[in-house]
């Protein structure tokens, strides 16, 4: 499976963007789906998670309530809706996917994650 991540840009704080992350070349349903992002000088910290089915969701306490992560496992594509953005949500956005086999405790983390997309970049102005 390939992941490529679209949908970023530069916003006003307070707007919303929608990120997608489209899967090819492989079984997008077999994996679950995580979003992280890294901002210039930081580690690359996690956001959300989705388990294969959408049973199970993740957040970061920093995104709940305001983040929605989501997948249509039919079209091999996932998404994370970002409301209420703030400058400090700035940052390289990046899709991953996680075997079935990953424990909960390592969803958060980008070691539980074996393939990984290309950032797209989101710029919140204040």
């Known amino acids: 499976v390939q992941l490529q991540a679209s949908g970023g840009g530069l916003v006003q704080a307070g707007n919303s963007l929608r990120l997608t992350c489209a899967a090819s070349g492989g079984s997008f349903s077999a994996y679950s789906l995580g979003w992280f992002r890294q901002a210039p000088g930081k580690e690359r910290e996690f956001v959300a998670a989705?388990?294969?089915?959408?049973?199970?969701?993740y957040y970061a306490d920093s995104v709940k309530g305001r983040f929605t992560i989501s997948r249509e496992n039919n079209q091999g594509t996932g998404y994370l809706q970002m409301n209420s953005l703030k400058p400090e949500d700035t940052a390289v956005y990046y899709c991953a996917a996680a075997p079935q086999s990953t424990i909960s405790s390592e969803m958060y983390s980008a070691r539980g994650y074996t393939i990984w997309g290309q950032g797209t970049q989101v710029t919140v102005s204040s």
């Open positions: 989705i388990r294969r089915r959408g049973g199970t969701i």
